[in-house]
């Protein structure tokens, strides 16, 4: 409920202005009336209201004064000043002090209510814009430590659960891969791997009563969604519309490469925090399968399949214990063994690219200045071996 002050320095006027809407139908309390600015000021120190009312001319501080004192010092108060039309050139300095509402004399209730009606649409758009910013970063916290198996009690989760009011009947984790993605990010989007992902990050996420989906990990060439809902038709309908939004808004294709399916979080949660019986055995079978095959254009398909583990819980798991993608890991072996080639060996940089793995020679030198800053010609002629 937003609080209201009303001040005019005539009683008449300020019963009637008190009195000319039901405050409460527009979920409004009528905190104070005044007959004048210093009686505002001195209510605003020790109970800010949410929208003022004024008369411009009033004795002790009138309704500009009361404007520039609230500018300067509670810019979340609206103020909504009425004054004659000869008074009407003070408007320039009430919009200076943040003031866009008026009334003219004489009022009447339906310009009262339009001025109270414009300064609500502003306040609730502001408050709109924020919690749908606030909503989406919180839900992908949560779903990312979900995924990352960051949460591991049925309490932690009932917490969550209940606080956010997540559906949790059924669930899918979902990878999505972006087709032609070193060329898609060359030709096409000019900003950066880490702005397309936020792009993506916003597109993906969607909040409805029975359902919440969020990004849970982007990676150089996909990205995995985390959809929670009570209908299985719901979670199909929000990756046919987040494929369409991807292709109309940001003109890329993607396709589902696999999706997981979990009949509530708890069975999620317990999945991706099974420990594999020797952590480090793990981690140096997946390292060994990069480092052998890194030359080639190896996916994660192919990583998760050589240790005979779902794709899903290979991402959750490697990312766990190395803090590094699978992804992650492949650039920098490949771009590692192309500074050794780069120094140590007499190949042509324009062929380096192919040796290390990558298709396309443009990403590389893309991938390699992102990296450590310079070219890989650049890198050849400072620290090449010049024997």
């Not at 590692?336 to 192919?354: F, G, H, M, P, R």
Request: net charge negative.
């Amino acid at each position: 409920m937003l609080n209201l002050i009303i001040a005019d320095d005539e009683l008449l006027v300020l019963n009637h202005l008190s009195e000319i809407l039901v405050w409460e139908d527009y979920d409004i309390k009528l905190a104070g009336l005044y007959t004048n600015g210093k009686q505002v000021m001195e209510h605003m120190k020790t109970q800010p209201a949410d929208i003022i009312i004024s008369d411009i001319k009033m004795p002790f501080f009138d309704g500009l004064q009361i404007a520039e004192f609230c500018f300067e010092n509670f810019p979340k108060t609206d103020v909504i000043l009425i004054s004659a039309f000869r008074e009407f050139q003070y408007a320039q300095t009430a919009i200076k002090y943040g003031v866009n509402s008026f009334i003219t004399k004489p009022y009447t209730k339906q310009s009262i209510e339009d001025a109270l009606l414009k300064v609500i649409k502003k306040k609730n758009s502001s408050a709109d814009i924020f919690n749908s910013f606030s909503s989406h970063i919180e839900y992908q916290t949560v779903f990312s430590d979900i995924f990352c198996g960051n949460i591991t009690s049925d309490e932690e989760l009932e917490h969550i659960v209940k606080n956010l009011n997540l559906p949790c009947t059924r669930g899918k984790v979902i990878d999505f891969e972006i087709l032609n993605f070193a060329n898609y990010i060359n030709k096409d989007w000019k900003y950066g791997e880490l702005r397309f992902f936020n792009a993506i990050s916003t597109l993906s996420f969607s909040k409805t009563n029975t359902s919440c989906c969020s990004i849970v990990r982007a990676e150089s060439n996909g990205f995995v969604v985390l959809a929670l809902s009570e209908h299985e038709a719901e979670i199909d309908e929000y990756i046919n519309k987040l494929g369409v939004s991807l292709k109309s808004i940001l003109n890329v294709d993607c396709s589902v490469s696999s999706c997981e399916d979990f009949s509530s979080l708890s069975e999620l949660i317990g999945y991706l925090n099974i420990s594999p019986t020797a952590d480090n055995d793990f981690v140096q079978k997946a390292n060994a399968f990069i480092a052998e095959n890194y030359t080639r254009d190896i996916t994660l398909d192919e990583a998760a399949s050589v240790l005979c583990l779902n794709k899903t819980y290979f991402c959750a798991l490697y990312k766990k214990y190395t803090n590094e993608t699978f992804v992650e890991t492949l650039k920098r072996m490949r771009l590692e063994k192309a500074k050794d080639l780069l120094v140590n060996s007499t190949v042509k940089v324009s062929l380096i690219y192919e040796l290390v793995g990558y298709k396309s020679k443009p990403y590389f030198y893309k991938l390699f200045k992102e990296q450590f800053g310079i070219t890989p010609v650049e890198y050849r002629q400072i620290y090449g071996n010049m024997e």
